[in-house]
């Protein structure tokens, strides 16, 4: 069993920074992926970025590629979402999950969720 906490969520400014951050605890693997999603009221779960646990392979969905950074911390079993240059439609609860996954930008692909952290931008 693996557990997932985000934090950092907020209410920012349009052309602000948040950074995001998942704490896993329980069993971990190296090789789990660790996705960010994102769901806003009315849409589909969106893609929005994946790191191996070791810290390898950042990949990002197109709607946050060249705003975002994915990274790991080691020493706080965390991996950050780094988010800058925010816009309205960056708002939406964001969710961090781990799997095997093989498709990273596939929300089926993980097993394990968090609950969700709520990120407000404000125009």
């Known amino acids: 069993q693996v557990q997932l906490v985000e934090s950092g969520g907020g209410l920012v400014q349009a052309g602000g920074s948040l950074r995001l951050g998942c704490t896993a605890s329980g069993r971990t693997w190296s090789r789990y992926t660790i996705g960010w999603f994102r769901q806003a009221p009315g849409k589909e779960r969106e893609f929005v970025a994946a790191?191996?646990?070791?810290?390898?392979?950042?990949t990002y969905g197109d709607s946050v590629k060249g705003r975002s950074t994915i990274s790991k911390d080691y020493n706080e079993n965390t991996v950050y979402l780094q988010m800058n240059s925010l816009k309205s439609e960056d708002t939406a609860v964001y969710f961090c999950?781990?799997?095997?996954?093989?498709?990273?930008?596939?929300?089926?692909?993980?097993?394990?969720w968090g609950q969700g952290t709520q990120v407000t931008v404000s125009s």
């Open positions: 790191i191996i646990w070791d810290g390898t392979g950042p």
């Open positions: 999950a781990a799997g095997f996954a093989t498709m990273k930008s596939r929300s089926n692909e993980y097993t394990y």
